[in-house]
């Protein structure tokens, strides 16, 4: 079993359904010849140059062109080269892609992915930068994912390909090289929807997405009593998994990057407050962004939460 970093396993899950599936395809700025921004479609280009599609500066007309291609039968996978570019293309996500099911009774399904190299750490410049997961969370029909590490990158890439509805898939830059782990060389798929237990425990619930899974894994790595949950799947959210944690360890601390009012966060705060509220010991707490842009670039570690940071919080919830 090799190691590979997220690029890599990203690309392999790329490869091996496109080896698996002829209408497979790609799309987007850069994502042919050069092999993508962050190089996660290299190769591709090489091995299927007629499904592999430099597109022009233009994010509304590559998801415009991929809805029209999933609805036509193909299983389009574009590439938005930043997270901030997302927004050019909000109306085709928002108002398309994710009510054509609906609009047409079920008579026209969307299984297209958009992938999104997402959120900071790397001192990028503006719109570079941002974690605007929770606005698409927010749309009925759209699945959003954002895995924290390769091995589930791979595995939450093919489900999401697979899936009959469109889905986005944000990918954490700040960990497209930071974590190399074993991933399997033959396909496998990560149900989309489930949360993952990194580590049990009995005494807190901390529950993160994203690059924080890795900063919440520094900040308990000698609490052993801790239960880490990765979400995977930002929406539909797990609440199955989310509830019964918390409801054996009585305490839940939320990490995220993003900004903290109307958040990914705030949501699963109300979800265990609506539904957890006797079994919790201590007020739920949030570590979050900070409601401004991200301060880029010599500031930007000021501004995400970091291990030090999310220690203290687990203690605090712990000593409450």
Not at 79 to 105: K, V
Not at 242 to 247: G, M, N, P, T
Request: proline letters at 7%; a negative charge; hydrophobic letters at 40%.
């Amino acid at each position: 079993m090799a190691k590979m970093n997220m690029v890599q396993a990203i690309n392999l899950a790329l490869r091996q359904e496109m080896e698996k599936d002829d209408d497979v395809l790609l799309l987007g700025e850069d994502v042919g010849i050069d092999g993508g921004v962050f190089r996660v479609t290299e190769g591709l280009y090489e091995k299927f140059p007629s499904r592999v599609i430099d597109t022009p500066l233009a994010e509304s007309a590559i998801v415009g062109s991929a809805i029209g291609m999933a609805v036509a039968g193909l299983k389009p996978v574009a590439e938005i080269q930043f997270d901030g570019f997302l927004a050019p293309a909000f109306d085709q996500i928002t108002n398309h892609a994710s009510r054509i099911r609906n609009r047409s009774r079920g008579r026209f399904h969307v299984p297209l992915v958009i992938r999104v190299p997402s959120s900071g750490g790397i001192r990028a410049l503006e719109h570079h930068s941002d974690s605007p997961e929770a606005f698409y969370c927010h749309m009925p029909g759209m699945k959003v994912v954002m895995p924290s590490r390769p091995y589930n990158a791979k595995g939450l890439m093919i489900s999401a390909i697979r899936d009959p509805d469109p889905v986005l898939f944000f990918e954490p830059k700040r960990v497209y090289r930071a974590i190399k782990e074993e991933v399997p060389e033959e396909e496998y798929s990560i149900p989309l929807g489930v949360a993952e237990v990194v580590q049990e425990g009995s005494d807190a619930t901390v529950i993160s997405w994203g690059a924080m899974v890795k900063t919440v894994r520094e900040a308990a790595a000698d609490l052993k009593s801790i239960e880490i949950i990765d979400l995977q799947t930002l929406s539909p959210l797990d609440e199955k998994a989310i509830l019964k944690s918390v409801r054996k360890t009585g305490r839940a601390v939320i990490v995220q990057e993003a900004p903290r009012t109307c958040s990914l966060s705030s949501e699963i705060s109300a979800i265990i407050s609506e539904k957890a509220l006797m079994s919790l010991e201590a007020p739920v707490i949030r570590v979050t962004g900070y409601d401004i842009i991200p301060p880029l670039p010599k500031a930007e570690k000021m501004y995400y939460p970091d291990a030090a940071k999310v220690r203290k919080n687990i203690e605090k919830a712990l000593s409450f």
